[in-house]
């Protein structure tokens, strides 16, 4: 894996949506909380244009939810939200691995091995970020092996979704194995390399079962800590 990243230039409008979607995941903003463009506008020193766009963004992501009187709400996940999102998940990356089972060469599997490797260092360095990141990044890699626009699109626009998720399973499991997911990828990419698609089927709907599950247990975990601060 490469050391750096080549630098984005963000236009505002992205360094907006970037600063909302951080603070959601990170759970600075909680599950609930009511904003406005007023107040984002004057705390993050910007016009209200570009946070109206990034409002907009964010709800085409679903971690937003617009009300009529031009405020909004962080979203709140049920545990059927959870279920709806992750077997939406598990089906677009068995499309993907339909398309691009038989695409795969040796370049693509150094890659998947080098990005699973970078994730083992990040939790053995305990930078739960870091794993985060490179554990996204290894299925983003492998739903774009499938060169299929709209796919890619519609798994791109869950992936912040999952990504809040997988925080508040972090805050409700705080002995949660991450090496789990290792042992995930390396089946994943045997899978692959033995072009066995009933079997990456069956780990894809494994896996995300399993981590809809443990998701569920942080969204019960949030939702009651918020109950317990407002009777408070």
Known sequence: ?????????????????????????????????????????????????????????????????????RSNMVRSFTERDVGDIFSMRTALENFAGELSIDRLEAADMQHLAAAIEAQKQAIHQRDLQAVRRVDMAFHRYLVERSEHPLLIRQWTEIVAQIASLLYLRAEAITDYDELQSINDHKAIVQAYQTHNLDALRILNTQINQRVAGECRIGVAHRLKRLAAEQAD
């Open 1 to 69: 894996m490469p050391r750096l990243s080549h630098v984005r230039p963000l236009s505002l409008r992205e360094q907006v949506v970037e600063q909302i979607r951080n603070a959601i995941i990170e759970g600075r903003l909680n599950l609930g909380d009511r904003i406005t463009e007023i107040g984002l506008t004057e705390e993050l020193g910007v016009s209200r244009t570009p946070v109206r766009e990034a409002l907009i963004l964010l709800e085409r992501e679903g971690l937003i939810v617009s009300a009529p009187n």
